[in-house]
Every structure is written in C-alpha cells, then in structure tokens.
C-alpha cells in the first residue's frame, strides 16, 4: 500500500498507477489534502519507492502523480 500525490483534484478510484510504461498498481481511495489530492494505491511490491513519477492512467486520461510513503508526510 503506497500513497499517490496529484496537483488538483483527487485522482479517480480505479484509476491504473503506471511507472516506466507499466502497470504497477491501482487506486483503491482519495480524498482532497492541504497540498492537493491524496489517494491510497495497492502497488506492487517491486514499484514500492517513494518519490517516483508515476501516471495515473483512467478512461477520460493521464495526468502526474509521485508516489509517496505511508502516512502521507513524511
């Protein structure tokens, strides 16, 4: 389990997390934070490195995220 960090709104549920073109995990929660959107992700375990760029990739688009470590803040 591995936080994501967007600039905006929340990233969307269900929304695919992807680091150098492949799928590595998915969105399961989100919720609006001070910095931005926060959300939770299920990632596999090999992805698990805080601070990498990752896209979220939905139906309606891609846009920016960084993976963050647990509790979000640290």
């Known amino acids: 389990l591995m936080g994501v ?3 905006g709104d ?4 269900g929304a695919e997390v ?5 799928v590595v995990g ?3 929660s989100a919720a609006v934070s001070g910095a931005g959107g ?6 596999r375990k090999a992805a698990w490195t805080p ?3 990752a896209r979220l990739r939905t139906p309606a688009g891609e ?4 993976l963050s470590e647990l509790p979000f803040g640290r």
């Open 5 to 7: 960090v967007v600039e």
């Open 10 to 13: 929340p990233p969307a549920l």
């Open 18 to 22: 992807v680091v150098d073109g492949v």
């Open 26 to 28: 998915t969105v399961t």
């Open 38 to 43: 926060v959300g939770l992700s299920v990632v």
């Open 51 to 53: 601070g990498v760029s």
């Open 63 to 66: 846009r920016d995220a960084v």
